[in-house]
């Protein structure tokens, strides 16, 4: 039988103009029908899962068929969070609680108070400190019965993958696997680079280029962030230009790209390298950075003399495939070379 949550997700995803495979369908049925039973009140002869952990390939529509449930469930508090915004917004909370004996449990109360349905959307962790962190956030989360959504391109076994962690995170991994309907979209095709909606360009090409683009752009020399002072091109009230150098290449936060994506509406990053050149650190500012600003719909221009093939071959870094298929959806443009 087809749920009136099925039905409305489904009826606004087509008023968008998209079609949905038989994959996205099994898998928007099937979460619908948990949601549905979710909030239904507690049964004895019912046990449905506490959460829902929805993951697979990169630009297999998660995150649509999850947004597109969470516009139509029927509870009034709830959210909508990405890993990097919740981890700056627990650590700021924190610090209203110090001297208490677990701060973590009382920000885990306000964070239950205030919605009771919870969307992680592209939710995974690489460093330990934020793996232990969030997992034991989760399991609070769980205590005060929240209902939980998660969008990830991993399966909860395969987070926190560095193997000198990874067990510390393990127990936080078997606690989402039991507590959740762990579901996995099938794979196919990856949507994105199909997409006629684009969120910033590609410009192949010398710095020159730009510099005809940004020629209104205020000169500045340095622009500060937290206690660093990172280098610009330029910039005005809404647009900034650095180099990749200074955006990743120095021991930045997500905290920082967080701030850089709050206040300005256009980034400009010049002077890209390729990947494969790059430390997993450096690659690891890289897929942050690209998260936040996606996340936070901040446009960005890129600029590099190979091509985004190119600077993107030979990624070590584990969790690039997303990175990848996000700025394939920026729109490419080539300078002419005279001869």
């Not at 109360?109 to 349905?117: Q, T």
């Not at 002072?229 to 809404?238: A, F, H, Y």
């Not at 990749?244 to 400009?268: G, H, K, N």
């Amino acid at each position: 039988m087809t749920s009136e949550l099925y039905r409305q997700a489904s009826a606004v995803i087509e008023q968008r103009g998209l079609l949905l495979d038989a994959a996205q369908q099994r898998a928007l049925h099937r979460l619908a029908d948990w949601l549905q039973a979710r909030l239904l009140p507690p049964g004895w002869l019912r046990r449905t899962p506490r959460g829902a952990y929805f993951y697979g390939e990169v630009g297999r529509g998660k995150s649509l068929l999850l947004d597109s449930l969470f516009a139509f469930a029927p509870v009034p508090e709830k959210r909508r969070v990405h890993v990097h915004a919740l981890l700056q917004e627990v650590q700021q909370r924190s610090l209203g609680y110090l001297g208490q004996a677990d701060p973590l449990i009382k920000v885990a109360e306000d964070l239950a108070a205030e919605a009771r349905l919870l969307f992680f959307d592209e939710f995974h962790v690489h460093d330990i400190g934020d793996a232990i962190l969030l997992g034991r956030l989760l399991e609070q989360l769980l205590k005060h019965d929240c209902i939980l959504l998660f969008s990830s391109n991993f399966e909860p076994s395969g987070l926190c993958q560095n193997p000198l962690y990874h067990s510390r995170f393990k127990p936080f991994a078997t606690m989402l696997s039991k507590q959740c309907l762990v579901l996995r979209m099938d794979d196919g095709c990856d949507y994105r680079p199909l997409s006629t909606q684009h969120w910033g360009r590609y410009l192949q090409g010398p710095a020159s280029l730009l510099e005809a683009q940004l020629k209104e752009l205020p000169a500045h020399s340095a622009i500060e962030l937290g206690r660093r002072t990172v280098s610009v091109c330029g910039m005005d009230e809404t647009r900034l230009w650095l180099d990749f150098s200074e955006l990743c290449q120095q021991p930045l936060a997500s905290a920082d790209y967080l701030l850089l994506c709050q206040r300005f509406r256009l980034i400009v990053v010049s002077a890209m390298p390729a990947m494969a050149s790059l430390t997993l650190d450096e690659q690891q500012r890289w897929v942050n950075f690209v998260d936040i600003a996606y996340d936070a719909n901040t446009e960005l221009w890129l600029q590099a003399d190979e091509s985004l093939a190119v600077i993107c071959a030979d990624s070590s870094h584990g969790d690039f495939a997303r990175t990848r298929s996000r700025l394939a959806q920026l729109q490419p443009q080539v300078a002419m070379v005279e001869t």
